[in-house]
């Protein structure tokens, strides 16, 4: 059988393309993988993907180059994970072949498209914002592709004593570039506060060496290995939000989740507040008011942990805040061992209370039912 599979950022590239590439060729089946343009894109996509050992690799290119190239490809199935589904619906309707599409949000378009996604919580999200099932697929809860990614990841990391603080600075250059100076300002404030404090930074395969020495410099040991290995040795995080707070919850890790408004300017956005967002303090405005309409449509929480409990399990903070104000939270946090042994056991609850009721993978769960559709099995 052949499967195009369709991605675009770090996140879903590497935590769900990734694993259901490697199960679809466990299976034998031919895949090519088409890295769509991204605005939250590393530039790194293609490096790491290429290590994937599918049978084609397209992209990433512009949106008219993308959607003109696709009328070559030839396939029994398309599964779209990660980004717009205007491509994913293109390349199906050229090709005749059945959508699939997983997601953790609505995405417009979903009313056409089979959809997979990792909670029936999110399940549920999904249907009430699409209004209603197209076609009678409906929406399928299958854990969590994220997990799996983590499965996939081997090696040991040793991190001995106490007060190990991780540090997860993103795939994105632009967004490094200005957590650097902040992060080595945090440190330094909280080497005052907690004299035995240990900080590792922990790089993504989209990150380069070349980055490495500067960070070195700063005092804050980057290390690229296994996610899973390197935080389920932490005992607290400072992170973004994102993806990644799905794979601190599946390892245990308490972190604090930070969005300070000084990030905005290079934090990307969709629609029409990103493609404003170049327009002098209109596109700071319009950015601060999508990210709060994100707030009040998730509950008030910007990590999924939280949104997913609906209830404060990861530490957060945003606004007009300053390296201090982040270095006085971890503090407090980290030196707590009750708090992080609560948060601990919290998040690792919420990781395996949806897996109880399946007796597979969302990975395998994902590859069945492309194979039931397409007739692979």
Known sequence: MRVSILSNGPGELWDWARPVIAELRRREHSVSLWLLPCQFASGHERRVASEFGVDKLDGPDSASATWRAMKWEKTDCVAQLGGDLMFGRHLAKITHAPLFCYAYGYKKGMKHVRVFTATNSMASDISARAGYMARGYGIRAIGDLTKDSLSMEYGTFAWEGKNRLLLLPGSRFAIRNAAL???SEIVRYLRRLVPSLQVKSLFSPFVPESEFAVWRDAGLSPVRL???SVMKCADYALTQPGTNTLEMMHCGLPAL????YDFL???PVSGVAGILSGV????????????RR?????GGFMSWP???AGESVMDEIMGNITPEDIAKEIAKSIQNSEKLKTAREKLLSISKEEDEIREKSATALFCDAIESVCGGA
């Open 181 to 183: 100076p902040w992060m």
């Open 306 to 308: 939280n949104r997913l």
């Open 280 to 291: 002098p303090f209109l596109g700071s405005y319009l950015k601060t008011r999508s990210l």
């Open 265 to 267: 300017k290079v934090i």
């Open 257 to 260: 989740v930070a969005a300070p």
């Open 226 to 228: 296994s996610a899973g």
């Open 294 to 298: 994100g707030l009040k449509r998730n």
